[in-house]
């Protein structure tokens, strides 16, 4: 069965360390997306992007960088951790051809920066 | 921009009582509007959604919504809840043409379903 899949599930790091969570899906989607998830906020957009070698910002993109290199990774890059970015992190994608672009998430990534 | 309001962030309701999630919505044009569910340690789930037709949407596990647009709204109503359904629920608009369509979600709404 196609699924999408986050590694690690868990993650502690300290403040400066450059970190990088994984997303992974076998769906063969065109679009994924990176959100995070913070108590009385929801789910953030962090990045996103609509193909291979396409990326673009969303609301809280400040300290997070994307690439996109094939259709299946989308790895999220946080390059100088901070104590505001620990979160849960939701990676999800969707198929564009389909009429309401419905969205398929990941387990999540819980990140701790000390 | 569009944005989701849910109104209540704590909602507990006795198992087999009725429940209402409420979600507001703005937007100018025409949305695609969701429910997902979140499970404890889990990844979301989408639970129903409202594309176009039939204002009143259903889920498989007998979860409701109807769409409003007069009012702006898409609540999410069980008639009778069980201990099973306690899980985090986000209410989600999308907007857009194409292959450009993105989430917005709302703030989320805990059901707790006490015994």
């Known amino acids: 069965d196609a699924e999408i899949t986050q590694s690690p599930r868990h993650k502690i790091t300290e403040t400066g360390r450059q970190v990088t969570l994984a997303c992974h899906q076998t769906?063969?989607?065109?679009?994924m997306f990176w959100y995070r998830q913070d108590l009385g906020h929801g789910l953030r957009l962090i990045h996103y992007?609509?193909?291979?070698?396409?990326?673009n910002k969303g609301e809280v993109s400040d300290g997070y960088s994307v690439s996109r290199s094939n259709t299946e990774d989308l790895p999220l890059t946080l390059e100088s951790a901070a104590s505001s970015q620990t979160s849960v992190y939701f990676c999800?994608?969707?198929?564009?051809?389909?009429?309401?672009?419905?969205?398929?998430f990941g387990p999540g990534t819980r990140l701790t920066v000390l | 921009a569009q944005s989701v309001t849910q109104l209540d962030s704590q909602v507990p309701v006795f198992e087999e009582a009725p429940v209402e999630l409420r979600c507001n919505y703005s937007?100018?044009?025409?949305?695609?509007l969701f429910w997902y569910v979140q499970y404890p340690n889990q990844g979301l789930q989408l639970l129903l959604k409202?594309?176009?037709?039939?204002?009143l949407v259903e889920s498989i596990n007998g979860f409701e919504a109807e769409f409003n647009k007069s009012q702006t709204s898409f609540h999410l109503r069980k008639p009778s809840v069980h201990i099973s359904d306690t899980a985090e629920y986000f209410c989600?608009?999308?907007?857009?043409?194409?292959?450009?369509?993105?989430?917005?979600f709302g703030s989320g709404t805990q059901l707790t379903v006490l015994p």
């Open positions: 999800a994608s969707s198929d564009p051809q389909t009429i309401n672009n419905e969205q398929f």
């Open positions: 409202y594309l176009s037709g039939s204002t």
């Open positions: 989600a608009v999308s907007l857009g043409s194409g292959s450009a369509r993105q989430l917005t």
């Open positions: 937007s100018s044009v025409s949305v695609y």
């Open positions: 992007s609509y193909g291979v070698q396409d990326t």
């Open positions: 769906w063969n989607h065109n679009n």
